[in-house]
């Protein structure tokens, strides 16, 4: 079945160094990927997403590119602030599919 | 912009009690899903429903859960007779508009928090 792997952390960075949050899946068919943002007490919200193959979501500075090839969905940002310090949820769904989801990586920046 | 609403945000109740978390999910959407999310841990698919049956469910939905489309706007998913374990947070889900958008993504609500005493 469909499932995704993700770098589970935590991640801790200081103010305006690059992230890379690894993530890599294993389905059948074509699906779409996301990245789901989750901040402390609050639910899921849609970072960015990718629908097909060399397709790049981009969202508030933070990009990730759908590689077929190498299964992989990395979520990176050039430069992170305080404000960015959440729980990222990489995510595939396919049609009439649940939505899977990776473990979660807890990212803390600091000033 | 359409969002998916879900009441209430947090609900206490004693163990063995029932349950009942309600979701408005996106008027013209085909799909609605539960998932729940256990405190510091990750998103759990319970179950999804279309065409007023349930299409896919998980092992965690077992006998004591259950869910309606009572009327052509609300989503409910049932607990029967809570337990401790099933302390955690729940969100609605509703994907797949009548046209356009075919990415398959999800639209979450804002979640309840159950918490089971």
């Known amino acids: 079945g469909n499932s995704v792997t993700q770098m589970e952390g935590p991640v801790t960075l200081s103010e305006e160094a690059f992230l890379t949050i690894n993530c890599t899946y294993t389905?059948?068919?074509?699906?779409?990927l996301f990245w789901y943002v989750q901040y402390p007490g609050e639910g899921l919200q849609l970072l960015l997403k990718?629908?097909?193959?060399?397709d790049k979501g981009s969202n508030k500075g933070f990009e990730a590119t759908y590689r077929k090839e190498t299964t992989s969905f990395h979520l990176e940002k050039g430069s992170v602030q305080v404000s960015d310090s959440a729980v990222y949820f990489c995510?595939?769904?396919?049609?009439?599919?649940?939505?899977?989801f990776g473990a979660g990586t807890r990212l803390t920046v600091k000033p | 912009e359409p969002e998916v609403t879900q009441t209430p945000s947090h609900q206490v109740t004693q163990m063995g009690q029932e349950v009942i978390l309600r979701c408005v999910p996106i008027?013209?959407?085909?799909?609605f899903y539960w998932y729940r999310q256990i405190l510091g841990q990750k998103v759990e698919f319970l179950v999804s429903?279309?065409?007023?049956?349930?299409?896919?469910k998980s092992e965690i939905f077992d006998d004591q859960f259950s869910v309606e489309r009572p009327d052509g706007s609300n989503f409910t998913l049932k607990i029967r007779s809570t337990k401790l374990e099933d302390s955690a947070m729940y969100f609605c889900?509703?994907?797949?508009?009548?046209?356009?958008?075919?990415?398959?993504?999800?639209?979450f609500g804002p979640g309840t928090r159950l918490t089971v005493t």
């Open positions: 889900a509703s994907s797949v508009p009548l046209s356009g958008d075919l990415s398959y993504e999800q639209y």
């Open positions: 995510a595939l769904s396919s049609f009439n599919n649940d939505m899977r």
């Open positions: 389905a059948t068919g074509y699906p779409s």
């Open positions: 429903f279309y065409n007023n049956e349930i299409s896919e």
């Open positions: 990718a629908t097909k193959a060399d």
């Open positions: 008027s013209n959407h085909l799909y």
